[in-house]
Structure formats: structure tokens, C-alpha cells
């Protein structure tokens, strides 16, 4: 895999807060007046990693809009529905306030339809539709839905798709497009009340699929956006948990178990916690043997 699709793939884990400061590189502008005079794949190539590169090196306080924004102007220069979705997708998760909000998710829609997700494009298409009850850009919507729907029941059916065939089970592919779908209604309606327990169920599916890194941003999103939900506490403990039992890293386990414990000390979670905590490492042997001292311990 090239160094520009390894940039492209953890981009898409990324979750980006919008803050005040900007993210600038001497070499940038160069690059951007060679591509604008020359837009050629090599100088698009060059471009591109500098965005990625920018982007992935801005910190909390970074706001990267403008970045997105020049990024995505490239790839439609260059004809590029994949990354020009790819960077639009990260413009509208991360700055709903962006002057050009609406119209960005207007396009993605048209971008998910030219990639072929048109799972995620109908998604979309019926939230804004909830979004915006009154927007002219309505009518052309609703011309390229399959139904009548809203997003809340276009959701579930694609929930419910994942285990339609009784004797496949688990189908893959669709439970991708229902992770893309949650995200899709975030996107779209961050201040909608079922949110967070939408990006929850993405996370648990992603999980299913094994692509941690994308369950550990969606948990991410719920932790830094939605703080408050009931979901918050246990978007932490699975990530914890996930270090633990499925990828065997005790180190990012403690980080996330000890922050568990001191943020929730009410949670019901809170004990498991910290058994799991004192745990770490250790066999199940040890652990039975532990369990098996203190028992005697106690006659």
C-alpha cells in the first residue's frame, strides 16, 4: 500500500473538533500553485500528501476546514469522487456550523451516488429532508429516494437486512452500510435526541466487523460530543474493554479503564472495571487461582 492510501485510510478514522487556530505549511502554497498550473497526477499526489500530512498533524486546538475545503477542490479538479467523499465526508462531521454546510451535504449525496453507496446517499438524503423541512433542495431529493421513508425507519431496515438471509447470517457488506448509515444521520442531525445511540450501534457493528479503529472513533465521537448521553460512560468502558479482550493491549486497557473509573465513579460498570483493571495481564489461571486464595482466605 502507498504512503498517500496509508494517510487516506487512517484520515478516514480521524475525528477532528473544530477550533479557531489554523494549521499552515510553508510548502503548501508552492505545491497548490504547481497543481493549479499543472494538475497532473504526480502534482496532484504531491498535493494531496501535504493535505493529509497537515491535517493528521493538527492538534485539538487546529482548525482544519480550509484544508478540507482546498482538498476537496483538488480531487474534483482531478476527478477524484473518492477522495473529493472522503474529505467532504470529514468537512461535514466535523464543522456542522461551516457557512457551507448544507450545500456540502448536497453533494456528498451526489458523491455517495457516483461511488455506488447509495445506502448512505438515501441516509442522507432523508435526514436532511428532516433537517430542512422547508429547503428547496427537497423536491430534487425526493426524486432519487426509493420511498417514502424517514431516516429513523430507512435505518432499521437496513439494520434488519443484516441477518435477512438465514442461511448466510451475518451479512458483511450490510453491516457496513448500516455503520455508514448511523454515521450518516450524525452527520446530518448531531442534535437529534437519538443520536448517540445511533453512532453506539455503528460502534458495536463495526466491532462485529472487527474494524476496531472505526468503532474506537465512533465511541470518540459519542465521548467528545455527547458527553452527557448515557452512552458517554460506556463508549469509554468498551474501549477499554476492547484493548483488553479482543487486541490484548493491556497499556491502552489500564489508560482507558483508570480514566473509566475516575470520570464515572457512579456507573454501574465501575466495579467490573476494576476487577478488569487488576486483571491486566494476567492468565486465567492466575486469576482463578487469585479468586480461589481469597475464597480460602474467607473460611
Same mark, same amino acid.
Given at each position: 500500500?502507498? $504512503?498517500?492510501?496509508?494517510?487516506?485510510?487512517?484520515?478516514?478514522?480521524?475525528?477532528?473538533?473544530?477550533?479557531?487556530?489554523?494549521?499552515?505549511?510553508?510548502?503548501?502554497?508552492?505545491?497548490?500553485?504547481?497543481?493549479?498550473?499543472?494538475?497532473?497526477?504526480?502534482?496532484?499526489?504531491?498535493?494531496?500528501?501535504?493535505?493529509?500530512?497537515?491535517? $493528521?498533524?493538527?492538534?485539538?486546538?487546529?482548525?482544519?476546514?480550509?484544508?478540507?475545503?482546498?482538498?476537496?477542490?483538488?480531487?474534483?479538479?482531478?476527478?477524484?469522487?473518492?477522495?473529493?467523499?472522503?474529505?467532504?465526508?470529514?468537512?461535514?462531521?466535523?464543522?456542522?456550523?461551516?457557512?457551507?454546510?448544507?450545500?456540502?451535504?448536497?453533494?456528498?449525496?451526489?458523491?455517495?451516488?457516483?461511488?455506488?453507496?447509495?445506502?448512505?446517499?438515501?441516509?442522507?438524503?432523508?435526514?436532511?429532508?428532516?433537517?430542512?423541512?422547508?429547503?428547496?433542495?427537497?423536491?430534487?431529493?425526493?426524486?432519487?429516494?426509493?420511498?417514502?421513508?424517514?431516516?429513523?425507519?430507512?435505518?432499521?431496515?437496513?439494520?434488519?437486512?443484516?441477518?435477512?438471509?438465514?442461511?448466510?447470517?451475518?451479512?458483511?457488506?450490510?453491516?457496513?452500510?448500516?455503520?455508514?448509515?448511523?454515521?450518516?444521520?450524525?452527520?446530518?442531525?448531531?442534535?437529534?435526541?437519538?443520536?448517540?445511540?445511533?453512532?453506539?450501534?455503528?460502534?458495536?457493528?463495526?466491532?462485529?466487523?472487527?474494524?476496531?479503529?472505526?468503532?474506537?472513533?465512533?465511541?470518540?465521537?459519542?465521548?467528545?460530543?455527547?458527553?452527557?448521553?448515557? $452512552?458517554?460512560?460506556?463508549?469509554?468502558?468498551?474501549?477499554?474493554?476492547?484493548?483488553?479482550?479482543?487486541?490484548?493491549?493491556?497499556?491502552?486497557?489500564?489508560?482507558?479503564?483508570?480514566?473509566?473509573?475516575?470520570?464515572?465513579?457512579?456507573?454501574?460498570?465501575?466495579?467490573?472495571?476494576?476487577?478488569?483493571?487488576?486483571?491486566?495481564?494476567?492468565?486465567?489461571?492466575?486469576?482463578?487461582?487469585?479468586?480461589?486464595?481469597?475464597?480460602?482466605?474467607?473460611?
Amino acid at each position: 500500500m502507498s $504512503r498517500i492510501w496509508i494517510l487516506f485510510v487512517l484520515m478516514s478514522f480521524m475525528f477532528f473538533e473544530c477550533k479557531n487556530s489554523k494549521t499552515s505549511d510553508a510548502e503548501l502554497p508552492i505545491l497548490e500553485k504547481e497543481f493549479n498550473a499543472n494538475p497532473t497526477e504526480d502534482n496532484y499526489n504531491k498535493l494531496v500528501e501535504k493535505y493529509l500530512e497537515l491535517i $493528521r498533524q493538527g492538534n485539538s486546538k487546529s482548525d482544519i476546514s480550509e484544508l478540507l475545503v482546498h482538498a476537496t477542490q483538488a480531487a474534483n479538479k482531478m476527478n477524484r469522487p473518492d477522495h473529493e467523499l472522503l474529505f467532504i465526508n470529514n468537512l461535514v462531521k466535523a464543522y456542522p456550523t461551516h457557512p457551507n454546510h448544507k450545500s456540502n451535504i448536497v453533494k456528498m449525496i451526489e458523491l455517495l451516488h457516483k461511488t455506488g453507496k447509495n445506502t448512505t446517499a438515501d441516509v442522507l438524503a432523508y435526514a436532511y429532508i428532516k433537517a430542512y423541512p422547508n429547503d428547496p433542495e427537497n423536491a430534487n431529493l425526493k426524486t432519487k429516494l426509493p420511498k417514502e421513508s424517514t431516516p429513523e425507519a430507512y435505518i432499521l431496515e437496513v439494520g434488519q437486512s443484516i441477518f435477512a438471509d438465514t442461511i448466510k447470517g451475518f451479512d458483511e457488506q450490510k453491516a457496513m452500510a448500516y455503520v455508514d448509515a448511523c454515521e450518516a444521520f450524525a452527520m446530518v442531525l448531531p442534535e437529534d435526541p437519538s443520536t448517540p445511540e445511533y453512532l453506539y450501534k455503528a460502534a458495536e457493528t463495526s466491532s462485529s466487523l472487527k474494524t476496531y479503529e472505526k468503532s474506537f472513533s465512533l465511541y470518540d465521537w459519542i465521548i467528545n460530543k455527547y458527553p452527557n448521553s448515557v $452512552r458517554a460512560p460506556i463508549a469509554l468502558f468498551m474501549k477499554g474493554f476492547i484493548f483488553d479482550a479482543t487486541l490484548h493491549d493491556s497499556s491502552n486497557a489500564a489508560k482507558f479503564y483508570t480514566e473509566f473509573i475516575t470520570k464515572y465513579p457512579n456507573s454501574e460498570f465501575n466495579k467490573d472495571a476494576k476487577v478488569l483493571l487488576s486483571n491486566l495481564g494476567k492468565s486465567d489461571e492466575q486469576v482463578l487461582e487469585e479468586i480461589k486464595a481469597k475464597g480460602g482466605k474467607g473460611n
